[in-house]
């Protein structure tokens, strides 16, 4: 089985900073791109950035410049940086990776439970 948890939401006020983090565990052969997602109450999930597996990183529009994504592979984890923090990034962040298992020929992908980040004063 394999599985994704992450840590590292919380309140914070606006212009803070928090670090999230997701660790892939379980029955691994290697973990192709990792990322992160938020929903916010009443609207859609929606990408926030995006990290392949050599380090190459995509951001949406509204965190770059904020938001830093990176992951250690050696750990199976992924980490999001965000400072600068807003109301509006409120949400529920969700970390997801495209994982190859143990005995599989094909990658899938997981999604861990989310963490709650709350930005208010």
């Known amino acids: 089985q394999v599985q994704l948890v992450e840590s590292g939401g919380g309140l914070v006020q606006p212009g803070g900073s928090l670090r999230l983090s997701c660790v892939a565990s379980?029955?691994?052969?290697?973990?192709?791109?990792m990322g992160w997602y938020r929903q916010a109450p009443g609207k859609q999930r929606e990408l926030v950035a995006t990290?392949?597996?050599?380090?190459?990183?995509n951001y949406a529009e509204f965190v770059k410049g904020r938001f830093i994504i990176s992951r250690d592979n050696a750990k199976n984890t992924v980490y999001l940086q965000m400072n600068s923090l807003k109301s509006e990034d409120t949400a529920v962040y969700c970390c997801?990776?495209?994982?190859?298992?143990?005995?599989?020929?094909?990658?899938?992908?997981?999604w861990g439970q989310g963490t709650q980040v709350t930005v208010s004063s």
């Open positions: 379980g029955s691994i052969w290697g973990i192709n791109a």
């Open positions: 997801n990776a495209d994982i190859i298992p143990r005995n599989r020929w094909s990658s899938y992908t997981y």
């Open positions: 990290v392949t597996s050599s380090g190459s990183t």
